[in-house]
């Protein structure tokens, strides 16, 4: 069983940035894919990024080039280091591992 906490949201200015964490309690290891969502308001939860278990990355079209996704697995942490936001990355945020165990989430709320 994997338990895991978002943190690092926030309402930060158009232009600005922000670092998102999520920490495992049990290990995320170099075995597992871990990935970001979002869900702005009133819409259906998307993907924002993936790091999949080779180290390969993957991200939405709305966000390459702005964030980043990381993960560190000594300390079985996962980060998205997001950068020029706009009002409209406005969601919550959640992690997930291998799709299968999620945390509740990080809100994000970018003002224009």
């Known amino acids: 069983q994997v338990q895991l906490v978002e943190s690092g949201g926030g309402l930060v200015q158009a232009g600005g940035s922000l670092r998102l964490s999520c920490v495992a309690s049990?290990?995320?290891?170099?075995?597992?894919?871990v990935a970001w969502y979002r869900q702005p308001p009133g819409t259906q939860r998307e993907l924002v990024a993936m790091?999949?278990?080779?180290?390969?990355?993957n991200y939405a079209d709305s966000v390459k080039g702005r964030f980043t996704i990381s993960k560190d697995i000594a300390n079985n942490t996962a980060y998205l280091q997001m950068n020029s936001l706009k009002p409209e990355d406005t969601a919550l945020y959640f992690c997930?591992?291998?799709?299968?165990?999620w945390g509740r989430g990080t809100q994000v709320t970018v003002s224009s």
């Open positions: 997930t591992v291998n799709g299968i165990f």
């Open positions: 049990g290990r995320i290891g170099s075995l597992n894919a």
């Open positions: 790091i999949h278990t080779d180290g390969r990355t």
